[in-house]
Nanobody, 116 residues
Framework: VQLQASGGGLVQAGGSLRLSCAASGSIFSPNTMGWYRQGAGKQRELVALITNGGSTNYAESVEARFTISRDNAKSTVYLQMNSLKPEDTAVYYC???????????WGQGTLVTVSS
């Protein structure tokens, strides 16, 4: 399975960006797709997850500002990021995980920079 992320860039505080991640290959269902991020000198952290059925989970720091969605037919997950803050600056990684079989895949990361 390959994950191709896109949509990162430079934005001013208060602005918006939309990340996309398309999965290709032998994808097992059910699965969960999501986004993680890693800021400079920090550990990778969860941003948001979404299951096949549309159940979502958000980090407290982004809830109400970010929205995760997916198109199962296209095996693509999106992250709409609004009201961006400088502390959202990080490399954002796409993730896909299946339970049966247990598989965990990562995309290459896309850089989001929020200027103050």
């Amino acid at each position: 399975v390959q994950l191709q992320a896109s949509g990162g860039g430079l934005v001013q505080a208060g602005g918006s960006l939309r990340l996309s991640c398309a999965a290709s290959g032998s994808i097992f269902s059910p699965n969960t797709m999501g986004w993680y991020r890693q800021g400079a000198g920090k550990q990778r952290e969860l941003v948001a997850l979404i299951t096949n059925g549309g159940s979502t989970n958000y980090a407290e720091s982004v809830e109400a500002r970010f929205t995760i969605s997916r198109d199962n037919a296209k095996s693509t997950v999106y992250l709409q990021m609004n009201s961006l803050k400088p502390e959202d600056t990080a490399v954002y990684y796409c993730n896909l995980r299946s339970v049966m079989p247990d598989r965990n895949y990562w995309g290459q990361g896309t850089l989001v920079t929020v200027s103050s």
